[in-house]
């Protein structure tokens, strides 16, 4: 148990350190960031607010996926990571992850297809990496259900391994 207490008390500074960051971000730079864009280009029309919802709700389920890992951690150092409470947290990290892929993937789509109608836009670079960018996210969340489902057998052969004890 000692191994796991080397890994948890840094894991958490850092995932202290990436809430704070996170939060920062939300209120001081991406409000800022994304009012500049609208000012400098006006002919983005509502596309730099649209970004901004999606930045703030993506930080947003950062921000679940941070305390649902905390709360995880608590269970693993109380050694009842391997019960049903686990579960509430693993889903809502789950669900928090299709929530952020899918406004990705939804944002992502749409500005593609105005970048593709747009002759003085048609960068492929921007396309690529928003494609990649979904494509990483559906195999994050993906390995995510994996993790989830390698817990449930997990719990259920510790529960089989107690009763024969």
Not at 84 to 94: G, K, M, S
Request: aromatic residues 8%; proline residues 4%; hydrophobic residues 65%.
């Amino acid at each position: 148990m000692q191994k796991i207490d080397r890994v948890v008390v840094p894991l958490r500074v850092l995932l202290v350190l990436v809430f704070a960051g996170l939060l920062v971000a939300q209120l001081l730079s991406l409000p800022g960031q994304f009012s500049h864009m609208a000012a400098e280009n006006p002919e983005l029309g509502f596309i730099p607010w649209l970004l901004l919802i999606l930045a703030l709700l993506e930080a947003v389920c950062f921000q679940i996926v941070i305390v649902c890992t905390w709360r995880l951690l608590t269970l693993v150092g109380s050694d009842r990571i391997f019960s049903e409470e686990a579960f509430v947290w693993v889903d809502a990290i789950v669900w928090a992850m299709v929530v952020a892929w899918l406004l990705l993937a939804g944002v992502a789509a749409y500005l593609v297809s105005v970048i593709y109608f747009t002759p003085e836009l048609r960068d492929p670079g921007v396309p690529i990496a928003l494609t990649g960018m979904v494509l990483i996210g559906g195999v994050m969340v993906l390995t995510m259900v994996v993790m989830r489902a390698l817990l449930r057998q997990a719990t259920v052969l510790r529960s089989d391994l107690e009763e024969v004890i």
